[in-house]
């Protein structure tokens, strides 16, 4: 084997609850080909999105040295806090984090070279493949294996274009598709008020909204239905379980953001009462209201129930009755766009949209705030 040759290493680490069920996934390729070289996953029990981050680079660094150790290594991962930490950018200051950031420079240190870089959680699609493999292995009781050797392993969707053309690769596996319903009317809705965990019902005209949505739902070939726990939601989904017979399953990780001290209050009046507090949040995906959720908390918990809805609706298609920022979210996610994306979303109340999951990476959407029901 010729010495020195370049090698890739894409590596992603998953916790569904962090800390929860956790496992972590990483493939090494050939840098010229894309030539998938060894793939290794693993559940690791209960652990953070950290420590199952860290534990596949550890694992593709390990399966990298075992192909050339003299190699220069490309590694490729969606974390950028091992990035930057591995990378000396960022100190490491988590006691958790240290002996697995000394594990991986110890298997890192033997190579030619070792350069570390960011990329979009879209662009790591089959080492997050792998560690979901892994975790679902789990939970049925079972190790992750390797698929068979005449399976050819599927082609992330490839980087943007220099011109800045999006990239595009066709997905070879059914999707799971997820019919994402935004609740019907509130007052607070309305008054356009911050709405986030206050429970409170639909208006006579939102549940009219409702029961259009089921009617539309009605003929769109769902079969399971998935809520947000809150009082709008659930009420919006009885609707639609009424015209198809279908259960409604609770899921809280899609329910609204927690506004705190903002719930019930204008943008007006929140810009009036907490001004500094209120430009941090649009600025910030990480900023929380006052006694709030940040969107990043917001998007850890709806990343986790897509996980979980994905694993037991597998191939399916979904209903999912839900609020703004979640289906926001699901949207910028299938899209690759970034959290900040989200203020530059519009969703009317019980409006619809569509977005579609392929096992093999890339994420489809379909439509977008569809409220053509609501006229008929």
């Not at 390729?29 to 953070?48: C, F, Q, S």
């Not at 490839?158 to 009317?185: D, F, I, M, N, Q």
């Not at 903002?262 to 943008?267: C, K, Q, S």
Request: proline residues 7%; aromatic residues 6%.
């Amino acid at each position: 084997m010729t010495a020195g040759r370049r090698l890739v290493v894409e590596a992603d680490g998953g916790s569904r609850g962090n800390p929860g069920p956790a496992g972590f996934g990483a493939v090494v390729k050939d840098a010229l080909t894309g030539e998938v070289l060894a793939e290794a996953a693993e559940a690791i029990g209960l652990a953070t999105n950290n420590v199952a981050e860290y534990r596949g680079l550890i694992a593709g660094l390990t399966a990298a040295a075992g192909i050339d150790p003299d190699a220069r290594v490309e590694v490729r991962m969606d974390s950028k806090l091992v990035v930057e930490q591995m990378s000396g950018r960022w100190k490491i200051k988590h006691p958790d984090m240290r002996p697995l950031a000394a594990r991986a420079r110890d298997a890192a240190s033997g190579f030619g070279s070792v350069l570390y870089e960011w990329i979009p959680r879209e662009r790591n699609s089959h080492a997050d493949r792998l560690a979901n493999e892994a975790m679902d292995a789990a939970a049925r009781g079972e190790e992750w294996r390797p698929r068979a050797e005449e399976e050819p392993a599927p082609v992330p969707p490839p980087a943007p274009a220099a011109s800045g053309a999006p990239g595009w690769s066709a997905a070879t596996t059914t999707p799971t598709g997820t019919l994402l319903l935004r609740h019907g009317e509130t007052s607070l809705s309305i008054e356009k008020r911050f709405a986030g965990v206050s429970d409170v019902p639909l208006t006579e005209r939102g549940l009219a909204q409702a029961r259009a949505a089921a009617r539309a739902v009605k003929d769109r070939d769902v079969e399971a239905i998935v809520t947000s726990p809150l009082e709008r939601c659930r009420a919006t989904a009885a609707e639609v379980a009424a015209v198809t017979g279908l259960d409604v399953r609770v899921e809280d990780g899609f329910r609204e953001t927690a506004f705190g001290a903002w719930e019930g209050l204008t943008f007006r009046e929140a810009s009036e009462r907490d001004p500094d507090a209120l430009a941090a949040w649009l600025a910030d995906p990480s900023a929380a209201p006052p006694g709030g959720e940040s969107f990043e908390a917001v998007a850890r918990r709806v990343r986790t129930a897509l996980d979980k809805l994905k694993v037991r609706h597998r191939h399916k298609r979904v209903l999912v009755v839900s609020h703004v920022t979640p289906i926001k979210i699901l949207v910028a996610d299938a899209l690759g766009a970034p959290l900040p994306s989200l203020y530059r979303m519009h969703l009317d109340t019980a409006s619809l949209s569509r977005v579609d999951w392929y096992d093999d990476g890339p994420a489809s959407l379909r439509s977008f705030n569809d409220v053509h029901h609501l006229d008929a």
